[in-house]
């Protein structure tokens, strides 16, 4: 399933490439606009610059929840203009902020928290403790990668979308795991492409087609109620279930994608 994946996730990129970059340059005016302030201060640690990151992610939600009905519609095989993502952006700004505050408020803490155990404390005790913190914002990390996509698939209000992260996260750890690596990946290229693909609203796209194909397992598992064992849950037949998507998105061949003209 996860092969299908990045193949489906490339076609869609390469298919609204004009769509993608265009938010990836409104993404790319807001980080090096709030990136100059941030450096430009004379302390780092001080209440002035939290709350420029704290804008700054404000920012980022507002920008990545108004995506996140386009990359749903890429996902599911659905045209797109490119007006679609100003459109929502009024309905994205309550619950938009709210998730941007929120990574911004987390960061912040563990930020001071980590400089805090390591540097000021300078004991073993100390290390342990930034230890601990280290691994609870992988958590909420892997977590909240599922935020834009469960607020865009299911509806859900925004109290309802932070329960979900966190059980989709611990139902489905390695494959959170796995998508938390594949961003790494998608970022490493974004620094290689100057911002402007796969970026911010590729990664909201991968995530959404994720999160989409996933979902088939519940539906499966809600139609199959006698699987009770952990065991007989984890036996997902993928393949019959992403069938009708592969078929829909085709064989997609390289040389089709880069050459079309040669088909």
């Given at each position: 399933m996860f092969g299908f994946l990045i193949k489906k996730n490339f076609c869609d990129g390469w298919e609204n490439l004009l769509n993608l970059v265009i938010v990836n340059v409104i993404c790319l005016f807001l980080g090096c606009t709030f990136a100059f302030l941030i450096f430009g201060s004379v302390n780092f640690f001080s209440l002035a610059?939290?709350?420029i990151?704290?804008?700054m992610t404000t920012g980022f939600g507002i920008v990545g929840l108004a995506y996140g009905p386009v990359a749903a519609d890429i996902a599911n095989f659905k045209g797109v203009h490119l007006t679609d993502f100003f459109k929502n952006i009024p309905g994205a700004l309550k619950d938009g902020a709210l998730f941007g505050l929120l990574c911004g408020a987390i960061g912040i803490v563990s930020v001071v928290g980590m400089r805090f155990y390591v540097i000021q404390l300078q004991s073993i005790l100390g290390i342990l403790l930034a230890a601990v913190l280290f691994w609870i914002d992988i958590v909420f990390i892997l977590s909240f990668q599922w935020f834009i996509p469960l607020h865009t698939l299911q509806n859900n209000d925004f109290k309802?979308?932070?329960?979900?992260?966190?059980?989709?996260?611990?139902?489905n750890t390695g494959f959170s795991i796995a998508m938390g690596l594949y961003t790494f990946v998608m970022i490493l290229l974004?620094?290689?492409?100057?911002?402007?693909?796969?970026?911010?609203a590729g990664i909201i796209?991968?995530?959404t087609n994720a999160l989409r194909l996933r979902l088939y397992k519940y539906d499966y598992l809600e139609q199959h109620p006698e699987l009770e064992s952990p065991r007989q849950r984890k036996n997902i037949p993928w393949e019959e279930l992403i069938y009708e998507d592969r078929e829909t998105l085709g064989p997609h061949k390289l040389k089709t994608i880069f050459f079309p003209w040669k088909n």
């Open positions: 610059t939290f709350a990151i704290l804008i309802k979308c932070i329960k979900k992260c966190f059980l989709i996260f611990f139902d974004s620094v290689f492409c100057v911002g402007f693909v796969p970026s911010y796209l991968a995530r």
